[in-house]
């Protein structure tokens, strides 16, 4: 038999429970309030009911209404002991497209929250769990993704997506769902941008801190004059909008400036047509195979050529078996023959162990164990420690929100999507942006609006 008590006319919006008794709190008609509800699994002889043990049952009864304020206010605060609330990510990770950096940061994140649970010093009363897509680097995907995470159970405590389209997709639609959003592989320099993105952190330097390097080699080698080829993204847009004033202000002219949607094919004939020598080409690998199988064909290579293209791309891209061009791999590895990469250091270069116990050439150990191909074939493989560390900053920031929010009498779990509850949020933003850890990445985490190794421009 199954007893219960609650006021009247109340609402309930959510209940907890404590060993045997449940409690509800309510909202009631006259505005907010709190009933109480206790359910006690009784048993009774079904053959004798003596007037006896009616009274013990309702003394019974009285004891526990008395003791439901107590167990209220213990029920809010801490769980029962030995169990642990689970805190979910909604997670998009692209294991194909232009930038297949899932294939190695996946891996990397599930082994960071396997480290983090592990762990009795942080998190005591939650767990972490991933909820992911592949989101395959394309915007339009992830809309149907991101819904799914926003609008299925259960709720997510943070969103965390790579690549930079996909994060701008993300990132502009998270303070609409009280969100925030932790990205471990998005470099566009627009999302540096506080006031389009308030609730937007990343582990991954921005792009613009390669344009510096790329213009001290202009300089040091004598070219004043350059040219330039991009993908119509904005991550690429951003990027050679920085570099064009950089190079301006070093007196280097840039003389021709092509663009392409999805085929180079024009724009690559026209760097031919106007002569160009020296070129910076921004694009994502997928895109870089398309430009350089046209690259060949126009003969836009040799000693009379020098590109300059991004590092983050795997080893072998120009090797990997690609049904939207019509070149071989002899013809491709001669095309690429000579260009020069730029790219910051992603992997911390010391022998020391940081917050999670362990040194760099260890996680790398432990990451090769986790996947399935070599690394020059692996997507996102340079990009591993930004997305360990990325759960590590996470992980950290929860605690010192937990701690926070138990002033107030608060609990991370009460987080919801709706605006008036923005005490947690608030505190998430502030630890997010106060963190400081060494990690197995270059510098580790360093919060702030941007966050990345060595600084952001």
């Known amino acids: 038999l199954w007893l219960s008590l609650c006021v009247s006319g109340c609402?309930?919006?959510f209940s907890v429970s404590v060993l045997c008794v449940s409690v509800s709190v309510c909202e009631c008609d006259g505005g907010a309030g709190v009933g109480l509800a206790a359910a006690a699994l009784?048993?009774?002889?079904?053959?004798t009911e003596t007037e006896t043990d009616t009274q013990r049952e309702t003394e019974a009864g009285r004891e526990m209404r008395a003791a439901l304020p107590v167990l209220l206010a213990v029920s809010l605060l801490s769980p029962p002991a030995g169990s642990?609330?689970?805190?979910?990510?909604g997670a998009l990770f692209p294991?194909?497209?232009?930038?297949?950096?899932?294939?190695?940061c996946l891996p990397a994140a599930e082994m960071a929250l396997r480290d983090v649970n592990n762990r009795s010093d942080i998190l005591r009363d939650y767990e972490l769990q991933l909820i992911h897509h592949d989101s395959q680097c394309d915007p339009g995907k992830s809309t149907k993704f991101l819904y799914e995470l926003l609008y299925n159970e259960p709720m997510k405590i943070v969103l965390m997506p790579g690549c930079s389209g996909v994060s701008t997709l993300v990132a502009e639609a998270a303070r609409m769902w009280n969100l925030i959003v932790l990205s471990y592989g998005s470099s566009s320099p627009a999302l540096s941008n506080r006031q389009?993105?308030?609730?937007?952190?990343?582990?991954?330097p921005s792009a613009t801190l390669h344009n510096p390097t790329r213009v001290k080699?202009?300089?040091?080698?004598?070219?004043n004059k350059i040219a330039t080829i991009q993908q119509t993204t904005e991550v690429f847009t951003s990027t050679l909008d920085d570099l064009e004033q950089r190079v301006k202000?070093?007196?280097?002219?840039?003389?021709?400036?092509?663009?392409?949607?999805?085929?180079?094919?024009?724009?690559?004939?026209n760097l031919k047509r106007q002569d160009a020598r020296i070129i910076v080409g921004l694009f994502y690998e997928t895109e870089a195979r398309k430009v350089f199988c046209e690259v060949f064909k126009e003969k836009l290579y040799g000693k009379k050529y020098v590109w300059f293209l991004i590092g983050w791309y795997a080893d072998n891209w120009f090797k990997i078996r690609d049904n939207n061009i019509n070149c071989t791999v002899q013809n491709m590895t001669e095309a690429v023959e000579g260009h020069v990469t730029t790219e910051i250091l992603m992997i911390n270069p010391t022998n020391t162990r940081g917050i999670s116990k362990m040194t760099s050439q260890e996680f790398l150990d432990r990451l090769q164990e986790m996947i399935s191909k070599s690394p020059e074939e692996t997507g996102g493989y340079q990009e591993a420690p930004l997305a360990y560390d990325a759960i590590w900053a996470l992980a950290l920031a929860l605690n010192k929100t937990a701690q926070e929010l138990a002033k107030k009498q608060m609990r991370l779990e009460q987080f919801n999507y709706h605006s008036q509850n923005h005490d947690i949020t608030h505190e998430l933003y502030r630890a997010m942006n106060s963190s400081a850890f060494d990690g197995v990445s270059v510098s580790g985490y360093r919060g702030g609006a941007c966050v990345c190794a060595r600084g952001c421009m």
């Open 11 to 13: 609402l309930c919006v």
């Open 42 to 47: 009784l048993r009774a002889d079904r053959q």
């Open 249 to 269: 202000e070093a007196g280097i002219e840039i003389s021709v400036r092509q663009s392409f949607l999805t085929d180079p094919g024009v724009a690559v004939k």
């Open 196 to 204: 389009r993105f308030p609730t937007f952190f990343r582990t991954h």
């Open 84 to 89: 642990r609330q689970t805190l979910y990510i």
């Open 95 to 104: 294991m194909s497209g232009g930038w297949p950096g899932g294939q190695a």
């Open 217 to 223: 080699l202009f300089k040091r080698w004598g070219w």
